[in-house]
């Protein structure tokens, strides 16, 4: 027999436990909630930013109080009216009748008295909540700088769209949900208690309160409308509809004076629905939305349709060229594409030895290393322990034995995945830190093809006094995870660096610098342990009252946390300033509602990168500076005239710091970033035609040239052109002296050729020395000479059979040809190309550097080192043809390649004349050449 009593008991317990499940799940997720605000607190104590985390948070409560202040206030209000316009009942009357349409009326009337002061502010409560997300666009619209530039149609300062017209569309969007939610409880309450009655077929009957009531509320959505409309008016700035971005002929002709009129009837409606407070039926109301949808239809439809079709099209040229005229200005200030100088460029195919004599400086800091192949031999040679890694290489420049030289620099993070032993304390304690970083000059090559190290090993050797590092310890880098934590003054001692190549022996550091939240207390503990879900943050007894948590390792996500409102480059890069390392981080303002102006084209930017995906105005304001040891960050203001950083400093006035008060040696580091100058390039391809005929015609468009490197790229491009196979040139950092200049600058670079054409029309350069900081320059080709452009010398190199049979050559015995960066540099006023070539093998897949082939005019030639390049360029030296000798001593890899060429060129017309036994001879013998090349490479 079932014991029924015990089945309903377990039945009881099951739902007792899930409940008290559901209950601690519901109160570990408020704790862990109030665990990171309280958390988040500390952080932004301990870097001395309080301001930035005190004011975001009263701004946000207050958006919160007012909005849900406001909302209260209008609902509670209404409510209490719409029991005024509801016929009187009389309760007890209504209990004892028989009908129960009027019971359930009275049962309404008495609930919805009791509980319309709850309900309001649980309404008020839904629609106040995520006004918090506001506070951004609010504090920016009370402290705003303005542009001091105007639109033209309207004649408003710029300030009034960047800052006011978000604000003013979010306003009114909560505005409508505000009014119909407040409708909807209205209605459905008129129709609970009878003061408005559903009939078949026919108008809702409304009792004259109900109605008057109900006009007010429609009288509010038609004002809101209005003003919606007035935005609307505004926004034919942004318009798509035209031949470019941004109000057309037909908007300010057809689609303005259309939306002012429905300003004009939203008004009038509104006034027909007040006065009709006083009239019976809707007749008023039906007449307005009669003339409202007339409107509509027939101006805001209609008539810009016809006039598009019949007025622009027909002239659509002389209609649109004021427009188009707007729309390039507009795109040219808002991409800072106005700055633009525009230099001619020879292009003269005449450069001699003497030139190259005189131009020592470039030609001594031709960049000889590919970062991405770097990154790989940097992590063979360098990495020293598994734990370590060298992911990202950057480029750079210092002052080598009184010489500004180009230098590739990388550091040495620590990998937490990799160490020798997963668990706590290994994770959090004991390994902590990063040590020491890598530097070799860009223009050098060592043995074997292998970089010539400036600075190696742990701890450090040094060629160059210059790159001494006085705090090698990398606590905060770009390659930690955001959420990864350390705590450092524990009991037990942090792992600092292997003490030789082999074994396990280490040596020991404890932490001394500023950086870190203390975790002394109880309630610290209790905070970060509930924050990142760790116990042993609790009950750990290697933790000490010294003991400090450093989070926020990852140096992008550290500056965000900090300026939250910022976007970042794509590639941090680490900078040695007076012993210490120190992150430089390119942080932009952008805004996607600067007038008239095209929205960015970002398909080549870096997936890494932090820039949004829609915008059209954008400047790299701030450079921010964390040091890889303390994580002390800086934030200096590098664009003083950009209204949108000087908005955000009287907002943060203690964040940020005047770029004048940046040290010299810190400032000879700066460089102009690349995802900016990225879309810059991108804008420039259209918006460098500043003639409006021009420009509609589209008549002079340029492109960027395909890459033709074989090297591997760090991380995908957002645009969807890498699916199909076009690899974009990216632009690259040079170290060079400008064609009539003197003295080096540091620049990044980045060549154009006319639209699907192969010939190089334009170079755009972008100067980072710290005196012509952010000065651009566009070199203009002259247009009626052919001057090859990179994806036409990269088919000319393909197409060289010498050289594309030594490439066949090596791949076939078993190594990898890899093609670096194709690099143009400009000598005098002539194109010298240049492109490393490096050698993968299978069993030992470190990249070595092997050859570089110089390209200049019509001649190509190729060589083990840059001086015989231009030797061979400038002095007459080629690939010689001549037939196989018996003399192979003293022989370089270059002539064992050639001297293999021959044979096999030879064992092929033997192949030809059906000569089987002299072609395996001559196969065997191009096979002895290219190992002995091989050996000869690898010395």
């Avoid at 400032?667 to 102009?672: A, E, G, K, N, Q």
């Avoid at 390049?869 to 007459?876: D, K, R, S, Y």
Wanted: cysteine-free; glycine content about 6%.
């Amino acid at each position: 027999m079932v014991n029924i009593g015990n089945v309903n008991n377990a039945g009881s317990e099951r739902r007792g436990l899930s409940f008290l499940v559901f209950i601690g799940i519901i109160g570990f997720s408020v704790a862990r909630g109030i665990a990171t605000f309280f958390t988040n607190y500390l952080w932004f104590d301990s870097v001395n930013l309080n301001e930035v985390w005190v004011k975001i948070l009263l701004t946000r409560l207050g958006l919160v109080g007012a909005t849900t202040t406001i909302a209260f206030a209008f609902i509670f209000i209404n409510l209490r009216l719409a029991t005024r316009a509801t016929p009187v009942i009389d309760i007890f009357e209504a209990f004892d009748t028989q009908d129960p349409l009027a019971r359930f009326r009275s049962w309404v009337s008495e609930r919805f008295a009791r509980f319309r002061l709850t309900g309001a502010l649980a309404l008020s409560l839904f629609l106040g909540a995520g006004s918090s997300t506001l506070w951004e666009q609010v504090l920016l619209f009370i402290n705003q700088e303005n542009f001091n530039i105007t639109d033209p149609v309207f004649n408003n300062d710029i300030s009034n769209y960047i800052f006011g017209l978000p604000l003013y569309r979010l306003f009114v969007s909560w505005g409508f949900q505000l009014i119909t939610l407040t409708s909807i409880v209205v209605v459905l309450y008129f129709i609970a208690t009878g003061a408005m009655q559903l009939r078949p077929q026919k108008l809702p009957e409304v009792s004259s309160g109900g109605k008057a009531h109900l006009s007010v509320l429609l009288a509010f959505v038609a004002i809101l409308k209005a003003v919606a409309y007035r935005l609307d008016a505004m926004e034919l700035l942004y318009s798509p509809r035209g031949k470019v971005f941004g109000a057309s002929y037909t908007d300010v002709t057809a689609h303005l004076p259309a939306l002012q009129l429905l300003v004009l009837i939203s008004l009038f409606g509104a006034g027909l629905l007040l006065v009709n407070i006083r009239r019976r039926g809707w007749l008023l109301p039906a007449t307005a939305l009669g003339l409202w949808l007339a409107v509509s239809i027939v101006v805001g439809g209609v008539v810009p349709s016809a006039i598009q079709r019949f007025r622009v099209l027909p002239d659509e040229l002389n209609k649109e060229l004021p427009y188009v005229e707007e729309h390039i200005d507009y795109t040219r200030l808002a991409y800072g594409l106005d700055a633009i100088e525009e230099r001619p460029f020879e292009a003269s195919p005449s450069l001699s030895n003497e030139d190259i004599t005189q131009n020592a400086q470039t030609v001594n800091n031709i960049r000889l290393w590919d970062p991405t192949v770097l990154a790989e031999t940097y992590s063979q040679l360098q990495e020293i322990r598994a734990y370590y890694a060298l992911d990202e290489v950057d480029v750079d420049r210092y002052t080598i034995d009184g010489k500004l030289t180009q230098v590739m620099v990388s550091a040495r993070e620590l990998d937490q995945t990799n160490l020798p032993a997963q668990g706590w304390v290994n994770q959090r304690l004991q390994y902590t830190h990063g040590y020491g970083v890598v530097f070799s000059p860009a223009n050098n090559v060592a043995s074997q093809g292998q970089p010539d190290f400036y600075v190696k090993g742990v701890p450090a050797t040094t060629t160059a006094p210059e790159l001494e590092v006085s705090q090698p310890r990398i606590y905060f880098g770009e390659s930690a995870e955001s959420q990864e934590y350390v705590v450092v003054n524990s009991l037990q001692e942090e792992v600092d660096y292997p003490l030789s190549t082999e074994g396990q022996s280490v040596a020991y550091t404890n932490y001394s610098g500023q950086g870190g939240v203390g975790i002394g207390s109880f309630f610290q503990r209790l905070g970060f342990s509930l924050r990142y879900s760790e116990l042993n943050l609790m009950i750990s007894n290697q933790l000490s009252d010294d003991s400090k948590i450093i989070m926020e390792r990852n140096v992008i996500s550290r500056v965000k946390k900090a300026a939250p409102f910022l976007y970042t480059d794509n590639d941090p890069y680490l900078a040695l300033i007076e012993g210490d390392l120190f992150w430089i981080i390119d942080m932009y303002t952008v805004s996607d509602k600067y007038p008239y102006a095209q929205p960015a084209d970002t398909r080549r930017i870096n997936e890494r990168s932090g820039l949004p995906m829609n915008f059209n105005y954008i400047r790299n304001s701030v450079k921010a500076v964390v040091n890889a040891y303390d994580g002390t960050m800086k934030f200096y203001v590098f664009d003083e005239a950009d209204p949108l950083i000087q908005s955000y400093a009287n907002i943060f006035p203690s964040l940020f710091t005047d770029k004048s008060e940046m040290s010299s040696s810190l400032l000879d580091h700066i460089r102009y970033p690349e995802d900016l100058f990225t879309i810059q390039s991108d804008m420039y391809k259209d918006y460098h035609m500043t003639d409006p005929r021009v420009f509609y015609a589209d008549e002079d468009p340029w492109e960027i040239p395909t890459d033709s490197s074989t090297t591997p790229r760090v991380a995908t491009l957002r645009g969807e052109f890498t699916e199909l196979g076009y690899k974009p040139m990216l632009p690259y950092y040079l170290l060079m002296t400008l064609p009539e200049e003197d003295d080096l600058s540091y620049l990044i670079f980045q060549p154009f050729n006319p639209e699907n054409r192969p010939n190089m029309q334009s170079f755009l350069v972008a100067d980072a020395d710290p005196e012509n900081y952010g000065h651009l320059i566009d070199y203009r080709l002259p247009k009626g000479e052919f001057v090859d452009g990179p994806s036409q010398v990269s088919t000319r190199i393909n197409q060289d059979p010498d050289i594309s049979q030594i490439f066949t050559l090596l791949d076939q015995q078993g190594s990898s040809v890899i093609r670096g960066n194709l690099f143009v540099v400009p000598i005098n006023q002539s194109v010298l190309y240049y492109q490393p070539i490096y050698l993968q093998g299978e069993q030992n897949p470190l990249p070595e550097f092997k050859f570089v082939v110089v390209i200049f005019q019509d001649k190509i030639i190729m060589e083990e080192s840059l001086g015989e390049a231009l030797q061979g360029i400038f002095e007459g030296s080629s690939f010689g043809e001549g037939n196989i000798s018996d003399n192979d001593d003293g022989l370089g890899a270059i002539q064992l390649l050639e001297k293999a060429n021959v044979a096999f060129n030879q064992a092929q017309d033997e192949l030809i004349s059906g000569n089987l036994g002299r072609y395996q001879e001559l196969i065997e013998l191009a096979e002895e050449y290219v190992a002995l090349a091989i050996e000869e490479l690898n010395k």
